[in-house]
């Protein structure tokens, strides 16, 4: 009886995890129940990271939510994906050794994934100057210049 059990057990796990992951497929779709599960099971944020005139080699991105945070590009590659937490969303980008600067992004609610874009544009020795946007239901374009001393 135990060994039928047993193999009851592992055959409804296997049918649960299946059933799950062809349910949760990956989608964007925020306008019916299974689109926002998906969303927030698959994380389906994405992450468009641009330079201009300098290597993209040299951009590291932290995302912080709360007390916790999670290296997203290292050395200009995407590592990790952008969790799908509603509240204040923390980007930090380091640039070499050249500077930091802190990109914040409030969602209202974990149900909806968006589309961020950050440009990095060096414009001469002294001043970079960085776009981000997040396109969602709450939408920004932020324009930033760091000035180096």
Request: aromatic share 12%; charged share 20%; net charge positive.
């Amino acid at each position: 009886m135990k060994k039928y059990l047993l193999g009851f057990g592992i055959l409804s796990i296997f049918v649960l995890y299946s059933s799950i992951s062809y349910i949760a497929k990956p989608y964007r779709n925020t306008d019916t129940i299974l689109g926002r599960i998906s969303n927030i099971v698959n994380e389906n944020n994405s992450l468009n990271l641009i330079c201009v005139n300098f290597p993209k080699t040299e951009v590291n991105i932290l995302w912080e939510y709360e007390f916790s945070s999670r290296k997203i590009v290292k050395n200009g590659n995407k590592i990790s994906s952008i969790g799908n937490k509603y509240g204040k969303n923390k980007f930090i980008i380091k640039v070499g050794n050249i500077f930091e600067e802190s990109l914040l992004h409030y969602k209202s609610n974990n149900w909806h994934s968006y589309d961020y874009e950050i440009k990095i544009s060096k414009v001469n020795s002294n001043l970079y100057r960085i776009n981000f946007s997040a396109k969602g239901p709450n939408s920004i374009n932020e324009k930033i210049e760091v000035v180096l001393n």
